[in-house]
């Protein structure tokens, strides 16, 4: 309840800066199967283009709170890392062996939340052409609680005068469509992975076709 009160309080708050830095538009691959209002649990996947995409996704999906997945060198700062963590931040130390992060997000999602993975891991360097490989766990997440995926992908323009952020809102993707049970687990998560990333980049056609 405290989580749920501190996001509410953050996005009221922080409404005015929010609109002033990315005056956001969002577009829809179709709006009557899923606009911004999120139902139930859902896992959230999104590409990566800055840190800024959190706070994107925060307002864009204003009436739930996000418990988004985000990597070790954001809690470096004290401050930071203990309003990240007020957020609900989930914390995932990349470095690391442990998988604690995943059993935190599967618990969330099995509670009827709302998890928020960039299954990118990181942002692309220099040179990279995005989006880059999926890391298995968003895929492994979805299919253990067995969640719809929706699908964000957003062109990351913020902070620019002349130019809008752009954010399209893709169909639901159901595990079960992408599943086989004569396959074992880690096909099923590999084929679901390749399945996203795959979406991800119709997302970005999609928005190109739509700002035309």
Same mark, same amino acid.
Do not use: C, W
């Given at each position: 309840m405290l989580t749920e009160f501190f996001n509410g309080f953050v996005k009221v708050t922080g409404f005015p800066a929010y609109l002033a830095a990315f005056r956001t538009k969002v577009y829809y691959e179709d709006k009557r199967v899923q606009s911004r209002r999120i139902r139930g649990a859902a896992?959230?996947?999104?590409?990566?283009?800055?840190v800024f995409d !959190?706070?994107?996704?925060?307002?864009?999906?204003?009436?739930?709170?996000?418990?988004?997945?985000?990597?070790?060198?954001?809690?470096q700062n004290k401050l930071l890392g203990l309003f990240l963590k007020m957020?609900?931040?989930? !914390?995932?130390?990349?470095?690391?062996?442990?998988?604690?992060?995943?059993?935190?997000?599967?618990?969330?999602?099995?509670?009827?939340?709302?998890v928020g993975v960039f299954p990118e891991g990181r942002l692309p360097k220099k040179g990279e052409q995005p989006p880059l490989p999926f890391k298995p766990?968003?895929?492994?997440?979805?299919?253990?609680?067995?969640?719809?995926?929706?699908p964000v992908f957003t062109n990351g323009s913020y902070f620019r005068f002349k130019q809008r952020a752009r954010v399209i809102i893709g169909k639901?993707? !159901?595990?079960?469509? !992408?599943?086989?049970?004569?396959?074992?687990?880690?096909?099923?998560?590999?084929?679901?992975?390749?399945?996203?990333?795959?979406?991800?980049?119709?997302?970005?056609?999609?928005l190109d076709e739509q700002i035309k």
């Open positions: 896992l959230l996947i999104s590409n990566h283009t800055s !959190y706070a994107v996704l925060l307002f864009v999906f204003f009436t739930r709170t996000l418990r988004v997945q985000m990597a070790e060198v954001l809690y957020m609900g931040g989930i !914390y995932v130390d990349r470095e690391a062996r442990d998988f604690g992060y995943l059993a935190l997000s599967e618990e969330h999602l099995r509670k009827g939340r709302v766990g968003a895929a492994y997440l979805a299919l253990a609680a067995n969640v719809p995926v929706i639901p993707m !159901y595990p079960g469509d !992408y599943s086989d049970s004569q396959s074992d687990d880690k096909e099923n998560i590999r084929r679901l992975t390749e399945a996203m990333r795959q979406r991800m980049t119709e997302l970005e056609r999609l």
